[in-house]
């Protein structure tokens, strides 16, 4: 009795111990995230990237639709100026909807940047330790890999640059969860709820996200379904994949139905057309600017520093030769070195963006691949640290190879966040001539205007440009919402609608895919053009005032000679418009959908709304009732398995 008693306190006493461990690798992640929020934070200010006027003109639509109690699916109400242009409906709505809830949360743009910045690295870090857990790594090497991983890639771009790769590289490994049960498990390889749910969370989230998911999902899938060979076996297979689609497409039809639906009816703009071959992987040396804020070399979005591609490559040959005692390694490791190959410069991409036009405009940056590659690269790396550690002197050679790796990737990304957050802004926005900024909402003009001027005029532009930047970054910490996307407007000419196009050229050979991107690419500043004119337009919007009202905008302007008006909104063939009492059937259009009406002297009135029909709004209700629903199923399911367990 004694020794049973003795063994039931040694084992209260390693309870706390091992719950003690477990949560060790938690508070790292959490610690560096943490880490990461306040070096921006000492700086005071927001990091104005590439995508944050647009991002947050997002959120603050669904921010004040909560806010207010005035729903609106498709139209935007609040952000975009007041436009009415379709926006989150195509760019994953209920993600939107949580970020304007965080808005509301904490009532700055500035509290926003550094508590999301905080929840997605916090997300990225834990499922890559999840993933790394499930391959089996120790929490050792899985926690300094995490950490790693949190610092290369596309990851710390959400904070630097509000890029929603950022979002696809944080969720990316729970990818690597669903695989391993595609490989390993025998009795249920597709667990068609989580495959449902991993595969809506990313189509509510960015929709290249979810196509990245099934590229990197699709080899597992297979080899499940060649590795059980009974017609049984396969028939499950493929009838829970196909419960998982069924429920993936329940979920997501809330986003999917009016992309598909708006995409039919009316003819919308492609998004920009980018140079693939920049936005392609590059080696970079690691180097330190006079500048102590400036970093060249770093391991983000299209930059691979020497050191990290020798230890990849070092992974690569290493499995290579030990290809017969670690084939799961081996495979992984290959697999995701084929990405980075993907996401490289190595290959033409300048020539396949013109064989293939459409990979400029919908993938845009090669580079992304490395949301797949890394995490791959991650476990092949934690697989061969688990081989070395089995051999007696192996701690010595893999924790200072992991540790010395994580701490200089750390030292590299707080350097390159340093850069940005003390600017308040980053390169790319400060010189892009479609960005207008401050209080004059002043354009930055193109390389061939600056020709133009005398250095001392060169040099008043770009001073007049940062001081515009700094009054755009004093915006975000007042509670009004509005006031920071007042003063930064960004045209953007994604799913606007076009109705005016210039004639197709007709060429047939090689020249041909060439041609083609350059054509729409030329129409996409167009329209780009278009909206600065017509809906952006600081003397257009002195004329004509827009205002927010219940399921609609309400548009009114004073006429003293009756003229037609140019209205600052944009119409699809679903938009209602009413003027002055009557409802326009037939109205001209501008090339973005912008009305030119009729007026009558003195005061006019205008009503825009959108016209959703039954069915459409039938689909995205019960899509949207179906998430609670799934809730409910997943609780059932794991109370269910608490119970089998327990009766054990």
């Given amino acids: ?30 610690g560096l995230a943490a880490y990461f929020a306040y070096r921006q934070s000492r700086t005071g200010n927001v990091i104005i990237g590439s995508d944050t006027i647009f991002h947050y003109n997002r959120f603050f639509e669904t921010a004040q639709q909560i806010k207010h109690g005035n729903f609106s699916w498709l ?34 743009w500035y509290r926003y940047q550094i508590v999301s910045s905080f929840l997605v690295f916090s997300l990225g870090g834990t499922s890559m330790y999840w993933a790394l857990r499930k391959f089996k790594a120790r929490r050792s090497v899985s926690t300094l890999l995490a950490l790693l991983y949190m610092t290369i890639g596309w990851l710390p771009r959400w904070q630097i640059a509000t890029n929603f790769s950022g979002i696809s590289a944080a969720i990316m490994p729970f990818g690597l969860i669903v695989a391993y049960d595609l490989v390993f498990d025998r009795e249920k390889p597709v667990h068609w709820i989580k495959l449902a749910l991993l595969m809506s969370v990313a189509l509510e989230t960015h929709l290249l996200t979810a196509v990245m998911y099934i590229a990197f999902l699709l080899p597992a899938w297979i080899y499940a379904l060649v590795k059980h060979p009974e017609k049984s076996a396969k028939q499950k297979i493929l009838v829970e994949t196909a419960k998982a689609v069924g429920l993936a497409l329940l979920l997501t039809l809330n986003t999917l139905a009016p992309l598909f639906w708006l995409s ?96 400029a405009r919908f993938l845009q940056f090669p580079a992304r691949f490395t949301c797949i590659a890394y995490p791959l690269l991650m476990i092949g790396l934690a697989l061969s640290a688990e081989g070395f550690l089995k051999k007696a002197k192996g701690k010595w050679f893999v924790y200072p190879v992991l540790v010395a790796a994580t701490l200089v990737s750390i030292d590299s990304a707080v350097l390159y966040l340093n850069e940005a957050a003390w600017n308040g802004y980053i390169a790319g926005v400060k010189n892009n001539t479609n ?96 909206y600065r004119k017509s809906v952006l337009s600081q003397k257009l919007r002195k004329q004509v005032k827009v205002k927010t009202i219940k399921g609609g905008l309400k548009i009114t302007w004073k006429s003293k000679q009756g003229k037609a ?42 009503y825009l709304t959108f016209n959703e029909p039954v069915l459409m709004k039938l689909i995205i209700f019960l899509s949207l009732l179906a998430w609670p629903g799934l809730l409910v199923l997943l609780a059932f399911f794991l109370v269910k398995n608490k119970t089998e367990k327990a009766n054990k």
């Avoid at 009316?266 to 804020?293: E, I, Q, R, Y």
């Fill in 435 to 530: 960005t207008q900024l401050g209080s004059k909402l002043s354009t930055y003009l193109s390389k061939k205007e600056r020709k133009k001027l005398s250095d001392q005029a060169r040099k008043k532009v770009k001073e007049e440009r940062v001081k515009a930047l700094k009054q755009a970054n004093a915006q975000t910490h007042t509670e009004d919402l509005s006031a920071f996307l007042t003063v930064t407007q960004k045209s953007v000419a994604d799913y606007l609608p076009i109705y005016k196009q210039d004639p197709k050229p007709v060429i047939n050979g090689w020249a041909e895919g060439y041609k083609k991107r350059e054509y729409v690419k030329k129409q996409t500043l167009k329209a780009e053009k278009a």
């Fill in 75 to 108: 139209m935007s109400l609040y952000g975009y100026n007041h436009s009415g242009r379709v926006i989150n409906a195509f760019y994953g709505p209920l993600f939107a909807y949580l970020n304007g809830l965080l808005v509301l949360t904490v009532k700055t």
């Fill in 264 to 359: 039919k009816t009316n003819a919308l703009a492609a998004p920009a057309t980018m140079s693939m071959s920049n936005g392609a992987l590059k080696l970079s040396h690691t180097s330190v600017w006079p500048n102590p804020h400036g970093l060249l070399g770093s391991n983000l979005r299209t930059r691979l520093t020497y050191w990290l591609f020798y230890i990849f490559l070092a992974q690569a040959i290493y499995v290579l030769w030990k290809h017969k005692d670690n084939k799961l390694n081996t495979v992984i490791t290959l697999y995701g070195t084929f990405w980075l190959f993907l996401a490289s410069k190595l290959l033409p991409w300048g020539n396949i963006s013109n064989r293939l036009p459409f990979l």
């Fill in 1 to 30: 009795m004694k020794i049973i008693g003795r063994k039931m306190n040694q084992k209260k006493e390693n309870i706390p111990s091992k719950y003690h461990n477990a949560s060790l690798p938690y508070l790292a992640i959490i």
């Fill in 565 to 606: 008006q140019r209205l600052p909104v944009v119409t699809y063939r679903q938009s209602n418009l009413v003027v002055n009492g009557k409802t326009l059937t037939s109205y001209q259009r501008n090339r973005i959908g912008a009305p030119k009406v009729a007026s009558k002297v003195g005061k006019n009135v205008a």
